[in-house]
């Protein structure tokens, strides 16, 4: 089935900024598909409607399980910079007020996923932008959610950090699963990452083409 399905969703901010729409924009469960415009086309802004961060000015927006199965990586990792990394990873398990006994080995999990088991301990500031990125990724992750929103993660990292976490990503993907969408403005990024590629244009921000990548792999 699908695990994101919009449609004929328009945004109008403030003073008539028509950023986006009418869109039409289905996604199948387990897809990793890329959005992919210039700046401003208006790939955050759906991308903040599918989580719910944003209200659609029309259009119906359906997620599998209703929204409560979603993690997101902002380009800026916010991590809050007076916690170890295990307390950042372990925040969406508190919030969703899950039992004290239970947090400790699914933050265990997640940054083993990341490659981060040995920094658990660690304060942000300690690390690289790189590995902040991947707490940011594990805290994304730690909740199991089924759909994963990745807005221009790795935009602000030096190209082969960039590299590494694009190839660190793929992994993670094909040994979970998930459905990823994945908002990014760099050509290379969104082919080399996914198996569908959306191309956004702006003003307003509307789907002008799409593209199957065929791999040798399932
Ligand atoms: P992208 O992620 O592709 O860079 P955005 O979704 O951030 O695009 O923005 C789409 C358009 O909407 C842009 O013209 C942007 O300036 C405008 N915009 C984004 N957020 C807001 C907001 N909160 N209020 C007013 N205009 C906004
Ligand atoms: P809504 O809750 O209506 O969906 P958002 O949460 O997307 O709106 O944006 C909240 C506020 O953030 C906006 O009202 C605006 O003041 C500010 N903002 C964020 N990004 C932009 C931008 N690119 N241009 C202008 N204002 C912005």
């Known amino acids: 089935g699908d ?11 403030d003073r008539g900024v028509a950023a986006l729409g009418p869109l039409d924009f289905n996604v199948r469960d387990g897809d990793f598909v890329s959005l992919l415009g210039p700046s401003g086309c208006g790939k955050s802004t759906a991308l903040r409607i599918i989580a719910g961060l944003s209200a659609p000015t029309s ?18 990792p ?24 239970d947090i400790g080995g699914h933050v265990e999990a997640a940054l083993a996923r990341v490659g981060l088991a040995e920094f658990a301990a660690a304060y942000p500031r300690q690390l690289s932008g790189g590995m902040r990125m991947r707490v ?53 990024e969104s082919v080399y990452l996914a198996r569908r590629v959306v191309v956004m244009t702006p003003r307003p921000g509307r789907i002008s083409a799409e593209y199957r990548i065929d791999t040798a792999e399932p």
Do not use: C
Not at 3 to 13: E, F, H, I, Q
Not at 78 to 100: C, I, Y
């Open 3 to 13: 695990a994101v399905s919009l449609k004929g969703v328009t945004k109008l901010y």
């Open 59 to 76: 259009g119906t927006v359906r997620v599998a399980g209703g929204g409560r199965s979603i993690g997101f990586v902002f380009q800026e």
């Open 78 to 101: 916010t991590l809050m910079p007076w916690a170890s990394v295990r307390d950042n990873v372990a925040l969406p398990l508190k919030l969703a007020h899950r039992p004290r006994t």
């Open 136 to 188: 940011s990724l594990a805290r994304a992750l730690v909740t199991d959610p089924d759909i994963l929103l990745m807005d221009e993660p790795f935009a602000a990292l030096d190209e082969i950090t960039r590299f590494r976490l694009n190839n660190d990503l793929l992994a993670l993907w094909r040994d979970l699963r998930k459905t990823v969408i994945f908002v990014t403005h760099s050509v290379f």
